[in-house]
């Protein structure tokens, strides 16, 4: 029974024992998250083995692949996203940008190539060359946004968008797991408390009976490690309802798919696929010469369409290389101004997509194996990492505990009259004397 005695002599020193161990699950289980998403760039002396990145950040390419292969595999494709707009709407809210636009490049085009004829021209025969060409406008974009439609696989590339945006910005994919899964991270911190204590408990029982100088250590470690790895199952299983008794037994993260849905689609749709971000894609994408040479196809048939009857006498009069200078430097020109021209459709593109409905309603529809999938990749990567830091911090401060409250028992200096005061000061900071 020396055990017992033992707690007679020193009670607050044996208190302290669940109380230091719920503090180690919970500083623990913070840690680890923080080193999740901390920090966005590499802080080392040697990368990537001396120094850290935190596991999202780090596998930011990766885990964009994993969270565009769940949007465009099972919420929406880019497809669908283009077949929601209307070339003749577009053509509408680009109409007014559009003619501003062609009469300034008229102008230059003609200012840079034949500034003699241009300025000789009568302002009347200028406004008609402006309203000509403005009147066929809308026609010419009608006819480019379908054939980007078409043709939008060999256009327009939504997975390289989407991994390029959150690879570029890397606290944007911070943010989208941080928001997802708000929920559960804040659960894994304070089941550190609850899953600590009770191994605390344990543990001073097991230390009234034996007591050797590894235990301390041993379960320091074991709290550590149980407490992350503990959260992480009660946030994804069971997937699916089980009951007992009276209550409903499902994961964390499974319970609040409608709520998750919600956030994902709001997050998703004003962050990440928008129509600013689209619009980019497909003018500096990977498929951007093509687009390119579309639309200067397009524009060069129209001025060849609008100078048809008057052709040989324009060809005779600036001559056949002039007027082909003249066109490529026309269709350059609006090239070089369709992005500014292009933000003008972007608040009925936003509209016509409807995206944070169409992901809100369609993730909500997911099977639990499939909504898994939008954050269980944050944990999967370097998951062991994580656990392992849990189990290495608990093992230090196992040590602590053993030289701090037991040192003079174990015959380790360093303990004695510290022990007591450090107990003491413990408990009263936690409420418990």
């Known amino acids: 029974m020396e055990g017992f005695a033992d707690f007679l002599a020193n009670p607050l020193v044996y208190l302290s024992m669940p109380v230091i161990s719920a503090i180690v699950g919970y500083g623990t289980n913070v840690v680890a998250i923080y080193m999740m998403f901390h920090p966005i760039e590499f802080i080392g002396v040697y990368k990537p083995i001396l120094g850290w990145q935190g596991i999202i950040p780090r596998r930011a390419a990766k885990m964009a692949g994993i969270s565009v292969d769940t949007i465009t595999e099972k919420l929406i494709d880019q497809k669908e996203i283009f077949s929601r707009l209307d070339p003749e709407r577009i053509a509408e809210e680009l109409e007014g940008p559009l003619n501003n636009m062609v009469e300034d490049i008229t102008n230059q085009v003609m200012l840079e190539h034949q500034p003699t004829l241009w300025e000789s021209l009568p302002n009347v025969v200028k406004n008609q060359i402006y309203k000509r060409i403005n009147r066929e406008m809308p026609e010419i974009v009608a006819e480019i946004m379908s054939e980007l439609k078409a043709n939008i696989e060999q256009m327009y590339d939504l997975k390289d968008m989407v991994i390029t945006n959150l690879t570029r910005d890397k606290a944007l994919l911070n943010t989208i797991f941080q928001e997802v899964g708000y929920a559960e991270f804040k659960f894994i911190a304070r089941s550190g408390i609850y899953f ?154 936003d509209d016509a997509l409807d995206l944070q409905n169409t992901l809100m309603t369609r993730l909500q529809a997911l099977s639990p194996e499939e909504f898994e999938g939008m954050l269980r990749p944050a944990f999967e990567q370097d998951e062991w990492i994580l656990i392992a830091v849990g189990a290495a911090l608990g093992f230090m401060v196992g040590v602590f505990q053993l030289i701090v409250l037991f040192g003079d028992e174990m015959g380790i200096t360093g303990g004695g009259e510290a022990a007591g005061q450090a107990a003491v000061m413990l408990l009263q900071s936690t409420g418990l004397t």
């Open 196 to 349: 600590g204590g009770l191994f605390g408990v344990v543990q001073m029982i097991v230390w009234l009976f034996f007591q050797e100088w590894w235990l301390l250590p041993a379960f320091g470690l074991a709290v550590g490690y149980a407490t992350n790895w503990l959260a992480l199952q009660m946030i994804f299983n069971p997937k699916e309802v089980f009951r007992i008794g009276p209550f409903n037994i499902q994961g964390l993260f499974m319970k609040r798919q409608e709520e998750v849905a919600k956030d994902y689609g709001r997050l998703v749709s004003q962050e990440l696929i928008t129509p600013a971000n689209i619009i980019e894609a497909v003018l500096k994408g990977p498929y951007s010469d093509k687009v390119f040479a579309m639309i200067g196809r397009h524009v060069q048939k129209a001025i060849d369409e609008q100078t048809s009857i008057a052709k040989p006498f324009v060809t005779f009069t600036v001559g056949t290389q002039n007027y082909i200078r003249m066109k490529n430097s026309a269709v350059e020109k609006i090239i070089g101004n369709m992005p500014d021209a292009l933000k003008h459709v972007e608040s009925y593109a």
